[in-house]
């Protein structure tokens, strides 16, 4: 078995964290914009583009996991730890479906149908509902703060097991 995640699975896992990031960083910046401003629809549209574009990659990366075996945790990683890492990676492959497409429902419920980069318009499943928008609102930003939260964690982890554990966990999926 491989000691190191394949070019394809670290190639995905990098572009996808810095797209969320670069997400969560426009979201945070565009609400704080007041009124309707050139800028801050511009933001919502990179936003929207960029959610899609996770959407569709941690399509991919879900096959391709589906597909290839992660490398074996290290020897004498104890058990919790074994289970803590692969509840965590599941809660961040459901969040990288969930946040995307609640903030699709939440635009689509708003009645601002998502156009990916401007040129194809996704497809309108629901129809604008005024008594809707401020739940998917709240289910969206709630999912982006267990994001955060999850992420954190998975940094936090990444870091122990390079500079405490020095057991090479970080490097099996540094370029």
Do not use: C, E
């Amino acid at each position: 078995m491989a000691q190191r995640y394949s070019l394809l699975a670290i190639m995905l896992h990098w572009l996808i964290a810095l797209l969320i990031v670069a997400a969560f960083a426009l979201g945070v910046t565009m609400v704080d914009i007041p009124g309707i401003t050139p800028t801050k629809l511009k933001y919502f549209s990179w936003h929207k583009w960029i959610g899609v574009t996770v959407l569709g990659l941690a399509g991919l990366r879900l096959l391709w996991r589906l597909t290839h075996a992660a490398p074996p945790h290290p020897l004498g990683m104890p058990d919790w730890q074994k289970t803590a890492a692969q509840g965590l990676h599941g809660l961040l492959y459901l969040l990288m479906f969930a946040v995307p497409v609640s903030g699709y429902f939440y635009s689509l419920a708003a009645g601002v149908p998502v156009v990916y980069l401007g040129v194809l318009p996704l497809p309108v499943l629901i129809a604008p509902d005024p008594a809707l928008k401020p739940l998917l609102k709240l289910v969206h930003y709630a999912l982006n703060m267990a994001m955060l939260a999850a992420v954190a964690l998975h940094v936090a982890a990444a870091l122990k097991h390079q500079f405490i554990d020095r057991d090479g966990v970080l490097k099996r999926m540094l370029p």
